[in-house]
């Protein structure tokens, strides 16, 4: 007996998305095949992925069967679709399922697919003492199927893959209208996070699809500047507390931040950055651009050399012009075994063990540090 199953005979579909592939789950129901002679049906599996790895599926609701896959045929010179034996790339069109017939009322399908993808993105708008957070989930699917009335999840986490020779699709994106939903829900799953998309929606062929994940204000940041070693001007950081106290507290994955203010009534750009995944009740850090109006001169002001050890004296003047009082961070490259001599202001040493200073700047003045240091001539 033979009898095809496509998508419009689906009930249920959930896409899962890691990183550049997604996990495939479809129930569909069957006809009712009467029982005679022949302990064997064949389905024949339509309105599958073009970039199914076929290695990986999994089929529940029938019994002791064998899976045939089925290719179409593309390539540059004829980009139609066709039976063939050979070409340039064979494009997965069906699954010939053949198994005993066990009366089941449904097929439940699981594979893995390339060319699904997601990834997040924030836009923060930066007040005077609180910023705000908006969340995006940005999903692209490129797998050469629709995926209608469907269930979405994503993975945050970087899974590893068995290798496989891709054959890339290169078809335009089309970016489709931005939704919105309530909160994302988060669960730990493994080692992983799982953040589960609430509704249901048609994910097409070639669309990105922007999905609004949440939306939290009211949290506390501060700014440094932030010199590094020897730098004539300042990174402009931002920090906050990702916690449930700074009315925050949401495991957040890697993504792209656009930083804005407030200006006349309007918004502003302020730069932009990106963060990697940042579990929470831990800080986020993130650099917008460098200030031109609040910057740093070194000078050496003293410099002796003896048998074991060098002596040196060095200088830092930092200016603010700004109408605030600033938090600043210089440090200053040794990189060799040191001793501190003198110092005007407490440091703290760096990951590279070298000694970092820092310090507040009131509004439109300038501020010196002075350092004086030995360390070890046969190192340098």
Sequence with gaps: ????????????????????????????????????????????????????????????????FIMIFN?????????????????????PNSILIKGNNIDSKEIKT??????????????IILDEKTLEIHCWFNLINKSGIDYNNATLKVIAGDVNLAYKNLYISNAPIQATKLESSTP??????????????????NFLNNTLKRIKSFYKNGILYSKLYDFGYDSINANIIIKFQNTAENNLGIPLPSGNI???????GNLE??????????????????????????????????????????????????????????H????EPIYAPWEMTFATDRYETDKNGNPCFQTTIESNSKKEIMLSYKYDVKSN
């Design 258 to 264: 656009n930083s804005f203010t407030r200006f006349d």
């Design 1 to 64: 007996m033979y009898g095809k199953s496509t998508s419009a005979q689906t009930t249920s579909l959930s896409l899962t998305v890691y990183n550049n592939i997604a996990l495939i789950n479809e129930t569909r129901d069957l006809p009712r095949y009467k029982s005679d002679s022949n302990p064997y049906i064949s389905i024949e599996y339509f309105d599958i992925s073009n970039y199914i790895d076929e290695t990986s599926v999994i089929i529940t609701g029938m019994d002791d």
């Design 269 to 326: 750009f302020v730069g932009g950055s990106s963060i990697k995944d940042i579990p929470k009740d831990r800080e986020v850090s993130y650099i917008i651009g460098k200030a031109f109006d609040v910057t740093s001169q070194r000078k050496i002001i003293a410099y002796q050399k003896y048998a074991d050890y060098i002596l040196k004296e060095v200088q830092y003047i930092v200016t603010n012009t700004k109408n605030e009082t600033i």
């Design 328 to 331: 600043i961070k210089i440090c």
């Design 184 to 201: 994302i829900a988060d669960i730990g799953i493994a080692d992983y996070y799982i953040y589960t998309v609430p509704d249901k929606y």
């Design 110 to 123: 699981y594979y893995l697919t390339d060319n699904i993808r997601w990834s997040s993105s924030y836009t």
């Design 71 to 91: 290719y179409l045929c593309c390539n540059d010179k004829n980009p139609n679709l066709s039976p063939c034996d050979t070409c340039e790339n064979l494009i």
